[in-house]
């Protein structure tokens, strides 16, 4: 036993050097020397040459900087008791992440006082991944240098630019004329669209994706199962990971647009160009490797790029729903190379020709070459619109290519519009470039077919052309659209107000289609200018709610009905009829506000198949704003999916060999939940669940996962053959870096039967891909990843700590003072290895049961034994806080006895003694071991699955608070770790403040494994 904790010891010891690399501080960066900018700061750094020699220009010289950072990793919000527990947990994070830079910039001690004084002017931000300071050429160097920095910019005083590009090219006064863009669609042609996005909810109505793979050139497909092409629900998708270099990008091009935000916050732009238009989001660009993608900054390790065949693809496809939608235009924000003229044998001209000949724009950006004379394509196809870039002040865009090729200008310098970080639906960031310039000229044309319908292509454009504000650079004037003016001299006059919403009245209402079974259909409108028709009845009763529009709903099934306003951005009220004129309604269901503080509207009733049920939505006190509808009730069940029900759930057989996968596929579409199964993950609003069966032939780690679904989906795996009485294995809803997939590893036992159940996020329902490696015949036990010191021999130093082994009965004080006790290989036994003092990593914190029993008496014993390491970032064991500051201490766990769910919890206080008054804020996360990023909140404790031999890392987090703290080995942060409530483990370390006695600042340690010993 002695050996195989000191191979444990290694073994935990490897899962944490990363950790300790990345989170433990970086290597000191000399001063910097008034000349070329270092290579982190031109890849990182936005104007970079103009920003570096205004701050080396003059010794000591500070500017105002944003950096900015990536989202920490939280739990979905709904997982949270409250929205502020929401709230309170990402500012939490986000400062924390904001420390963890700034500690390694500013000098000891200096972090609380930077914020309150001028001469940093720390600037915080509690929802975004950012901070503002003042940074001289040396803190802009180390903060281009950290990691974890993404993007640094010089801080301007200048407006939200949506909000200051809108005015700009006078859509104010389009929207007074009611040119929004209502009842038309401009399709994207980008990376995707995020349709979570609150920028973005309510816009999205239709998606497609055509990737290529082609092992030749290392690209992958991005549409869902990794098909060429897909137009089902998600394959619009935008990508979300953060190594991806290009992820996001049609995100912002899709919400500069038509964007609409459905939850605006202080400093957020309200809406898009066309505020009331609809968007076909295409995703075209497949993912490629580093190889493939010229210089990339730093902390990616891909791209995407896009192939002219799948472009083309993606406009047959908004050529084929021409009939289908009313389409205005078509965004490209793509293109390379340089043509200095037109380049009409370009194979995409055809359907860009066709697509302008049914009244489509294909509106292209110019290009960001700086060139001045030429432009990309398929910016050069005569038949595009083609736009260039200026700033709000009417200057060229020093990066805009520029020439007679030029059709048009927008605003594209600094436009803030919906952006991807992480999890996060709220980001809005400010990029620049033509590919924002020509989103402003899409929505333009939306919003001009709202007034002039029958317009042609060519005579939209050359009214923004004639009516332009010319913008002149290197001999070639240019104009910049004005849309309103536009709109004027293409009809002469102001067209008279807006009538309303096209469902403004009864006989117009849209019918509502029947949902999947156990799914939710959700359509979206607006009832900004509906007015009551003359004997129109009191919705809800309610005399001041005359701003309704109509829908219509037919039942395919007797049953239960929901219907909610859940989303919508005003106070609703909300009523149901049966009847078919206006005059003649009888009320069924109705509802001003589902609770105190919830200013939507729910209602529930029986509904008959066959019966039209007509549905009106209005505004409390005449609101108006967005309407979300969600319907939930009314399907047939006979197309119900065969394994449905967990008494006929699918056998899934073992993959075959060692390294493979078994993939099996089918569909939750009109799948139901049963009586007595449960809430799959915790998650109540997933009940269009399947279930499957699967029997592993070998003992060991099996992984399963849906990815290549093509919705948002929730696993679960349970043990126990009865659905009354299933125990929880393991569960997800959206895995790090797939998206909206899910992903769950276990330690599987031979023979054994798992069940595992895949329902839909918010019951949305689709095609599924169910993916299993492990459980193959002739398994061997589990093997060691490479991050592991077991393949990585080390060598001892004289400060690390020594290695304690716990079981289930932690062995008395008297017991662990003795010599180390060898245990019989392959026993579970509740003695030491050997003996553990303070002045080391790790220490034995005595529980009160006394254990005298021989190892061999305990040989068999269903314990759990764990071998636990800590490492500080000075790697003596001591945890060194600046004051007003914070540190963290690196923790490593692994069980070597028998599977459990463990708690780590952090403590100030052995497990049998007195707390310390340690003033300090404490908090755990468990951490991922490839990136040491934490996984989920920090918290004052974490409930894990401790399987055998399977290492789990964590980092503790203690903030100074109140007085300092000086050296005293005694002065300790805990980590206990428990089953249920005995105490299992524990490992400790020592806290102090820098500057007090004994407590002098220790270096960061950031060498290799070898520095790290058993």
């Not at 797939?738 to 095609?767: C, E, K, L, P, T």
Request: one cysteine or more.
């Amino acid at each position: 036993m002695v050996g195989k904790t000191v191979a444990l010891r290694k073994h935990l010891l490897g899962a944490i050097a990363s950790g300790l690399l990345l989170a433990g501080g970086m290597m000191a960066t000399p001063s910097i020397a008034a000349d070329a900018a270092p290579a982190a700061v031109a890849q990182k750094v936005e104007g970079h040459d103009e920003l570096w020699s205004k701050l080396t220009a003059e010794p000591g010289a500070k500017l105002p900087v944003i950096v900015q950072f990536s989202m920490p990793a939280l739990p979905d919000a709904a997982a949270f008791a409250s929205a502020k527990a929401a709230d309170d947990a990402q500012t939490k994070a986000i400062h924390a992440a904001q420390d963890k830079i700034l500690g390694a910039v500013l000098p000891s001690g200096t972090l609380s006082s930077a914020q309150a004084t001028e001469e940093r002017n720390l600037k915080r931000m509690d929802f975004s991944p950012m901070f503002g300071m003042l940074a001289d050429a040396d803190d802009l160097a180390k903060l281009a240098a950290n990691p974890n920095v993404t993007v640094i910019q010089e801080d301007v005083a200048v407006p939200p630019s949506l909000i200051q590009s809108l005015p700009i090219i006078q859509m104010p006064a389009m929207y007074s004329a009611g040119s929004t863009g209502n009842g038309y669609h401009v399709a994207v042609l980008d990376t995707g669209g995020r349709r979570s996005h609150q920028f973005l909810s309510s816009r999205i109505v239709s998606e497609a994706c055509y990737n290529s793979t082609f092992a030749q050139h290392g690209s992958t497909s991005r549409c869902p199962g990794g098909a060429t092409s897909s137009t089902a629900t998600g394959s619009g998708e935008d990508c979300t990971a953060s190594n991806i270099y290009g992820c996001g990008h049609g995100t912002h091009v899709a919400g500069t647009a038509a964007g609409f935000n459905t939850a605006p916050q202080s400093g957020q732009p309200s809406n898009g160009v066309a505020r009331d238009a609809r968007i076909i989001s295409i995703n075209v660009f497949s993912q490629f490797p580093a190889s493939q993608c010229g210089s990339l900054p730093s902390g990616y390790n891909s791209c995407v790029l896009t192939y002219t065949s799948d472009q083309i693809s993606g406009l047959e496809r908004v050529y084929a729903l021409r009939n289908t939608y009313n389409i205005a235009a078509i965004n490209m924000s793509l293109g390379g190379g340089q043509h200095f003229s037109n380049c009409d044998t370009d194979s995409r001209k055809p359907i860009i020709d066709q697509l302008k000949a049914a009244r489509i724009a294909t509106v292209i950006a110019a290009g960001n070459e700086y060139f001045t004379n030429s432009v990309g394509a398929p910016g050069c196809i005569s038949s595009a619109v083609t736009v260039g870039s200026a700033t709000k002040s009417d200057v060229k865009s020093d990066f805009s290519n520029w020439g007679t090729l030029i059709d048009v200008v927008a605003p594209g310098s600094s436009i803030v519009a919906s952006y991807i970080n992480g999890s996060s639906n709220s980001q809005f960031s400010s990029l620049s470039g033509t590919s924002m310039a020509s989103p402003h000229v899409t929505g333009a044309f939306a919003a001009i077919r709202t007034a002039h319908p029958n317009a042609t292509v060519d005579q939209i454009e050359n009214a923004l052309k004639s009516t332009g504000t010319g913008i002149s650079a290197h001999g070639v004037t240019k104009p910049r659209i004005n849309v309103n003016s536009a709109r004027l001299a293409l009809g002469g006059t102001t067209p008279p107000p807006p009538t309303g919403p096209a469902n403004n009245n009864f006989a117009n209402r849209i019918a509502v289609a029947v949902p999947a079974a156990g799914s939710t259909r959700t359509v979206t409108g607006s009832n900004v200018g509906a007015n009551a028709e003359t004997g129109e009845p009191l919705h809800a009763g309610r005399s001041g709610a005359r701003t309704s529009v109509w829908w219509s709903f037919r039942p395919a099934a007797s049953g239960s009905i929901t219907i909610t306003t859940a989303g919508s951005s005003f106070d609703t009220v909300l009523a149901v009829y049966t009847g078919s004129s206006v005059g003649a309604l009888s009320s069924v269901a109705s509802n001003d506000d589902v609770a105190s503080g919830n200013l939507q509207s729910s209602v529930t009733f029986n509904g008959t198949a066959g019966t039209q049920y007509q549905i009106a939505v209005a505004g409390y006190n005449n609101a108006t704003g967005n309407v979300r509808l969600n319907v939930t009730g009314g399907a047939a069940s006979t197309d119900r999916p065969p394994h449905d029900d967990f008494e006929v759930r699918r056998n899934v057989y073992p993959p075959s060999r060692v390294g493979s996968r078994r993939t099996v596929t089918s569909t939750n579409h009109y799948a139901t939940a049963q009586r007595f199964e449960p809430y799959h993950a915790g998650w109540r609003n997933a009940r269009n669940s399947v279930w499957y069966r699967f029997t592993p032939q070998s003992t060991g780690r099996v992984v399963i996962d849906t990815r290549g679904s093509d919705f948002d989906t929730i696993l679960a795996v349970y043990v126990r053959g009865s659905l009354r009485h299933l125990t929880e294995i393991a569960s997800n809803k959206d895995y790090r870096g797939f998206g909206r997939q899910s992903r769950v590893h276990f330690r599987a036992i031979a023979g054994r039967q798992y069940q595992i159940a895949i329902a839909g996020y918010g019951n949305r329902s689709g095609n599924i891909r169910l993916n299993i490696v492990g459980g193959e015949p002739g398994r061997g036990t589990y093997a060691v990843g490479a991050n592991s010191v077991e393949a990585t021999p080390v060598e001892p130093i004289a400060s690390a700590a020594s290695v304690t082994t716990y079981a289930s009965d932690t062995p008395s004080p008297a017991r662990l003072a003795a010599a180390p006790v060898p245990l019989q290989q392959g026993t579970s036994a509740g003695a030491s290895a050997t003996k553990s003092g303070d002045t080391g990593d790790v220490t034995v914190a005595a529980r009160s049961q006394q254990v005298s029993q021989p190892a061999a008496a305990l040989a068999g014993s269903n314990r759990v034994e764990l071998v636990s390491a800590v490492v500080t970032p000075s790697n003596d064991g001591i945890l060194r806080v600046p004051a007003g500051g914070g540190s963290f201490t690196t923790v490593a766990v692994n069980n070597a006895g028998a599977d459990a769910t463990l708690t780590a919890e952090l403590s100030l206080s052995p497990v049998a003694g007195a707390a310390s008054a340690l003033p300090a804020g404490m908090s755990i996360c468990r951490t991922d071991p490839a990136t040491s990023t934490c996984i989920g909140a920090r918290a004052s404790s974490v409930t894990f699955e401790a399987a055998s031999n399977m290492p789990v890392t964590f980092a503790a987090f203690v903030d100074h608070q109140g007085s300092e703290i000086a050296y005293d080995p005694a002065t300790r942060l805990y980590v206990h770790f428990r089953q249920g409530s005995a105490v299992v483990g524990t490992a400790s370390v020592s806290v102090c403040t820098i500057g007090k006695e004994g407590c002098e600042a220790g270096s960061r340690q950031s060498a290799s494994l070898t520095d790290i010993a058993q």
